[in-house]
């Protein structure tokens, strides 16, 4: 066992590029808050039973440790004091000599410094309203990180982050959280509507970015690395990101659910529409190795060499659905109308795009034939 909790324990095994072995996110307010600790505490119990707390006095220990926070790049100063420490007796990690409970750390407010530099993340919050302007507002930064949680399951450590992070926002009215690991700004309302059902909310960053080539997007996601997850890209041309983005969250928690692995050669999707997987580096910073997804000719525009197949085809299918796509990914209409797979979105597509033509045809005829009787 490590002396230093800041540490991941090692068996032999080199961490992987990109893997974040302290998992920190900052909540952001326009006023300083007041933390009090024994009320996190009891919202915290509603969702992890068998948890302590410590509020100090901290060991001096304990004060270096947080060297691993300063070295992060943050919206706040560098001055680290711990408010509490919570010991999730839920979540346990097993050394060679003991058996420890997973920490969750929270840390003092801390004034945001000026002058930082938020275009790069706003470009790619496509969750965020508000621009600009509404952070401009924020005066204050507290910072939430784990501990001892590295060598969990990823699932597990997620569950057990986001159960902390809901409880410390209903608690301390915070009004946005600065997800570092997926490069991205969340709305604290949005996060804590959404968390229970969408394990990776705010920790899964779809991007989208325009290539050289006018017709030529590149979509990727941030924030599964951090995890020991691969995160996934996909270049394409001829096809609008809309089209692709369904497709990345899918993969993304077919990934999560299946213990971060997939094969060079499978094919994700449902019936009718397969990707090709294949595992290369990342075309985009920051620099680590990705699934890179291949839509097929037409479109594909990576490395990969091999072609999947179905995509480039039309075909016939009838009206048995599967429960649900390979990947879990429900697409949803702005009415409210759900999806089974992204096969059956394009069908629908296709479907009222033919209807409209059909319609635009009656409404030619009807003119014409109006023409005539004048």
């Not at 307010?29 to 509020?55: V, W």
Request: glycine share 8%.
């Amino acid at each position: 066992m490590t002396d230093s909790a800041g540490q991941q324990p090692r068996d032999g095994k080199r961490l992987k590029p990109g893997f974040l072995p302290v998992y920190a996110v900052e909540l952001l307010f326009r006023e300083e808050p007041k933390l009090d600790p024994s009320q996190i505490l009891q919202g915290i119990h509603q969702r992890i039973r068998k948890t302590a707390i410590n509020t100090g006095p901290f060991r001096e220990t304990e004060q270096v440790e947080n060297e691993a926070l300063r070295r992060k790049e943050t919206t706040g100063s560098d001055q680290f004091e711990l408010a509490a420490v919570f010991y999730h007796g839920d979540y346990t990690v097993t050394f060679t000599d003991a058996e420890v409970p997973a920490q969750t750390r929270l840390f003092d407010p801390r004034p945001i410094r000026e002058a930082l530099n938020w275009e790069g993340v706003l470009q790619q919050s496509w969750k965020w309203e508000g621009g600009a302007e509404r952070l401009e507002e924020y005066r204050y930064t507290v910072t939430l990180c784990d501990w001892y949680a590295a060598m969990l399951p990823f699932e597990r450590r997620m569950e057990m982050f986001q159960s902390v992070l809901a409880s410390v926002v209903e608690t301390t009215g915070c009004d946005a959280v600065y997800w570092q690991p997926s490069g991205q700004l969340i709305d604290a309302r949005s996060f804590l509507a959404a968390h229970a059902n969408e394990p990776l909310y705010g920790a899964l960053n779809v991007r989208v970015y325009q290539m050289q080539r006018q017709d030529e997007v590149l979509v990727d996601t941030l924030g599964l690395t951090a995890l020991g997850i691969p995160d996934i890209q996909c270049r394409v041309s001829g096809l609008t990101p809309d089209r692709v983005i369904p497709m990345i969250y899918g993969a993304a928690y077919y990934l999560y659910g299946n213990g971060g692995r997939v094969e060079d050669g499978q094919l994700l999707g449902g019936a009718g529409l397969r990707w090709r997987c294949e595992e290369q580096p990342s075309v985009l910073a920051p620099e680590r190795a990705v699934i890179d997804l291949n839509p097929g000719h037409p479109y594909y525009s990576g490395t990969q060499t091999e072609d999947p197949v179905g995509l480039e085809k039309e075909e016939s299918f009838g009206d048995e659905w599967p429960e649900e796509s390979e990947s879990g990914y429900r697409l949803r209409e702005e009415d409210g109308t759900e999806f089974r797979s992204e096969r059956e979105y394009r069908i629908q597509e296709r479907q009222r795009a033919a209807a409209a033509e059909a319609e635009a045809s009656r409404s030619s005829r009807a003119e014409s034939d109006g023409d005539r009787e004048r």
